[in-house]
């Protein structure tokens, strides 16, 4: 009469690791070791249980002992063969590209050690986009420089002229390179990002400098006068462009949550090379252009250059009559200007938003889920033939799946896929595409539901789930979020926003409940402690002995073997031992190694068998039949409780349907828990990227407004002026149609990399404004010009360079708007803004700023004027 409790005491001390002491002798000291470990399941298998009739018996002659894995319900596949599978992550801080480079370096050494069978390859290497999306980057970054130079070319027509400039370009990448590696910052999407779009920035001072010396040589001062005296009358403009775009990053550096984290390297990279780039435009530029630059006579220059000449004064010539047209009509360009104000709210409402672009990372992940009583078996078959299903697909190069209870998977009847698409260069399907294929051809496997989304190389979920986008519903009452949610996933499911909708609800699972007859067991000494420790010892995953190696250590498992273990009838098996003996579960099964989940009940019995005849349960050396003490019901219960703030919770997720966007979805959310008429205590709370997403919503209108605040307060500070900085920001509204408009044309969503784009566009814009105001106020002090003859004036000795300078930020910015590859999803917003608000502002604020200053130079006047009444009455009556 044999108990499995014995075997789990006799394992237990058999293999021991205990310390043994020592001899401490007058000369010589001695360890004391001792052979009480055992290492192989033939050392296990000659254990002897106990004596029958003189002879032995051991473990082997009713136990099956063998090598294998300590947890039997989890298994994994690569490319639907047999797999263990290792994921590496880095440390924080880490080079990614280098780690990555040295695990490989180690791979041959580690294949050599492996056993002939056994073959180590690489599965996914998230490097391969990281490296293209670099490349791409950089591409664009060198591709962004030549434009920029062709533009200061094509406008000065001159090869000094043109390299002076240029060369603030990589003096001022230079300079930034070395803030970034004394902060600790990486090259990675968003620091390229900002030094892609520098380069349009960088070279503005500079050509602003040339293009002034550049005039006055031409009106015939010798090239050292000119530098010195043409650096002297636009040293104030260049720092006032360089410290008002300076000041709209300054919202970004305090911008909370992950959101700020993620783009404070961005704002401080793009800071310091706007920065550098004033001190090269003030220093290095003047000197160059004294002794490299040179006034060539027009009979002297190349056909191209005079041909160049003639055209842009031909630009000059029709700006000067348009601009004057519109001078005489200024009524008419303020109705203009106060239209786009209202059209910009209206665009901003139409525009669809959301929070990350989605990318094309060349990586999909899924999740599978199976009915809540799948078999371990039945669950890992439908697994493989999904995986079959998707390697067939021409766009996939490797499948890793993998089943089982784990660090992301919390139940068995769930699993993992790890989809790695071909290179950009081997596929023509994007990541959406090859989901929407892949869907379909798994739609007919029967048992098990795929769900597919990208992975992104930008989030900030820290929930694995179905589906991309995830909410909750906590309540003190679970029952209400039993009742609830189920009609809320429904509800969501009608709805043409969303698809995917899944509930992480679980509690249709098969339950076996035992209900102890206490009465009855304490007759036989039995206690409820005794009857968990027979259950757990036959279905449960019992780790009876640890064995330690000098490298590793193993579990050692006790188990019923499989086939006592298939469904409630296995509890005729289960044997006690009544009051005298150690309690334990008691069968003529053998063990094996092996693992068991544990389940938690709540709901009525459905069905029930229970034992009332003791004396036939029981024998006469004590041992007591479990179903003679306990009745057994079948049950449905929970495979998984969640809490959130440690209220019970439901996890819903989903996703979005083509042409709606977060902003959507979370407001057909919001219709269907109003129509559904959720009880009041239970809270719905947006996770992950949903919230952040709200939460970035709720601050966007902040932030710009911090912008214009902290861009009015420094212009001020610069101007000594409240009226200027209000004609300089009125450039702004131009600038933010264009870009909202582009982004409805495109058909691309309001997203955060966007709104970092207007957030750059209103440091860019402006700089047209403050070039015409600061020789417009130069001409009204020094020239006694009145204040529409120097803002006239103003407009056509600025042309040339707001041209260039508008020009090169386009430009700069074009590469990102035309990306393609690796990452060019998050790439492109920020490209499309700058691009499309500097063509609508450039056409607007030419026309509009001469307009919007005049008026304030006006309204200053009439004040000033009764200003002076109010203090003659008030002298006068002294």
Not at 179 to 199: D, E, K, R, W
Not at 419 to 446: C, H, W, Y
Not at 764 to 770: D, E, G, S
Request: charged share 15%.
């Amino acid at each position: 009469h044999l108990t499995l409790e014995a075997v789990n005491t006799l394992i237990g001390n058999s293999n021991v690791n205990g310390s043994k002491g020592g001899f401490d002798g007058k000369y010589h000291s001695v360890t004391i070791d001792a052979n009480d470990q055992l290492r192989t399941a033939t050392e296990y298998g000659n254990l002897i249980l106990s004596y029958e009739n003189g002879a032995a018996l051991r473990l082997k002659d009713i136990a099956h002992i063998e090598q294998g894995p300590e947890n039997s319900f989890q298994s994994a596949w690569a490319n639907n063969q047999p797999a263990i599978v290792i994921s590496v992550q880095r440390q924080p801080g880490a080079n990614v590209i280098q780690v990555v480079d040295n695990i490989k370096a180690q791979l041959p050494a580690l294949q050599a050690a492996l056993p002939e069978g056994v073959k180590m390859t690489i599965l996914s290497d998230r490097t391969q986009t990281i490296r293209a999306s670099i490349s791409d980057v950089q591409f664009e970054l060198m591709l962004s420089i030549a434009l920029v130079v062709m533009v200061t070319f094509l406008f000065l027509r001159n090869v000094a002229a043109t390299l002076i400039p240029s060369v603030a370009v990589p003096l001022s990448l230079v300079g930034t390179f070395g803030v970034m590696y004394l902060a600790g910052f990486s090259l990675n999407n968003l620091s390229l990002m900002a030094l892609t779009i520098a380069t349009g920035f960088v070279i503005d001072d500079a050509i602003v400098v040339v293009e002034n010396i550049s005039r006055r040589l031409e009106q015939g001062e010798s090239p050292m006068e000119a530098a010195l005296k043409g650096s002297q009358q636009i040293g104030f403009t260049i720092i006032s462009l360089t410290f008002s775009l300076i000041a709209v990053l300054i919202p970004l550096l305090f911008m909370g949550d992950v959101v700020g984290r993620l783009f404070r390297e961005f704002a401080i990279t793009l800071a310091v090379a706007i920065l550098v780039s004033m001190l090269v435009s003030l220093t290095l530029t003047p000197m160059l252009c004294a002794y490299l630059l040179r006034h060539i006579p027009p009979e002297q220059q190349s056909t191209f250059a005079r041909k160049g000449g003639e055209l842009f004064d031909a630009l000059v010539r029709g700006y000067d009559r348009l601009l004057t047209v519109v001078l005489n009509h200024q009524k008419l360009t303020l109705l203009v200007a106060l239209a786009t104000f209202g059209l910009t709210a209206l665009l901003y409402m139409m525009v669809p938003k959301g929070f990350f672009p989605t990318q094309d990372t060349g990586l999909i992940q899924g999740i599978t889920v199976a009915s809540q009583d799948v078999s371990f078996n039945a669950m890992a078959t439908r697994q493989q033939t999904l995986s079959a299903r998707i390697l067939k697909n021409p766009a996939v190069e490797s499948v890793s799946s993998t089943i089982g209870i784990d660090g992301t998977n919390t139940s068995l009847n769930s699993g993992r896929l790890q989809i790695n698409l071909k290179p950009f260069g081997s596929r023509d399907l994007s990541a959406s595409e090859v989901i929407s294929q892949l869907k379909q051809a798994t739609a007919d496997v029967a048992g098990i539901r795929l769900y597919l989304q990208p992975a992104q190389d930008l989030t900030v979920n820290d929930q694995v789930s179905p589906s991309q986008y995830q909410f909750t519903l906590d309540d003190a009452d679970s029952e209400n979020l039993v009742s609830e949610s189920p009609k809320l996933v429904a509800a969501l499911q009608q709805r043409p926003e969303f698809n995917g909708v899944v509930s992480n609800l679980q509690d249709q699972g098969r339950v076996s409940y035992v209900e102890l007859n206490r009465d009855k067991a304490a007759r036989f000494g039995i206690t409820a402690s005794d009857v968990d420790t027979a259950l757990y010892n036959a279905f449960g995953q019992r780790l009876v002995s640890t064995i330690f190696t000098q490298s590793n250590q193993y579990r050692v498992v006790l188990e019923v073997a499989p086939a006592y273990q298939q469904g409630p009838a296995s509890f005729d098996d289960v044997w006690l031992q009544s009051s005298g003996s150690s309690s334990s579960a008691s069968s003529s099964t053998s063990t094996a190694s092996s693992t068991s989940t544990s389940s938690s009940t709540s709901s009525s019995s459905s069905t029930s068998t229970s034992a009332s005849d003791t004396s036939a349960s029981t024998t006469s050396s004590g041992m007591v039949k479990l179903t003679a003490i306990a009745t057994i019901h079948q049950r449905t219960g929970s495979l998984m409780h969640m809490r959130l703030n440690q209220f019970p919770a439901v996890m819903i997720s989903f996703n979005l349907n083509p042409g709606y966007s977060l902003e959507d979805g979370q407001r057909a959310i919001a219709d269907v828990r109003e129509q559904l008429h959720l009880p009041e205590s239970t809270t719905l709370r947006y996770q992950g990227e949903t919230s952040a997403f709200q939460s970035a919503t709720g601050n966007t209108l902040w932030l710009i407004l911090a912008a214009l605040i902290t861009m009015y307060v420094v212009l001020g500070i610069l101007y000594e002026s409240f009226i200027h900085p209000v004609t300089i920001l009125s450039t702004l509204p131009s600038a933010a149609v264009g870009a909202l408009l582009t982004l409805l044309l495109a058909g691309t969503e309001f997203s955060l990399i966007a709104l970092i784009g207007v957030i750059l566009l209103i440091g860019i814009v402006k700089k047209n404004a403050i070039m015409m105001i600061d020789f417009a106020l130069e001409a009204e002090h020094h020239q006694q010009l009145s204040a529409r003859d120097a803002i006239h004036q103003a407009c056509l000795l600025r042309f040339r360079p707001i041209l260039m300078t508008t020009m090169a930020a386009l430009l700069g910015a074009l590469p990102l708007m035309l990306a393609s590859g690796s990452g060019a999803e998050l790439r492109q917003p920020l490209g499309l803004v700058i691009v499309g608000g500097l063509i609508v502002s450039q056409v607007l604020t030419l026309f509009s700023t001469p307009v919007i200053y005049l008026l304030f130079d006006g309204l200053a006047q009439r004040g000033n004027a009764w200003v002076k009444r109010r203090q003659q009455r008030a002298r006068s009556g002294q």
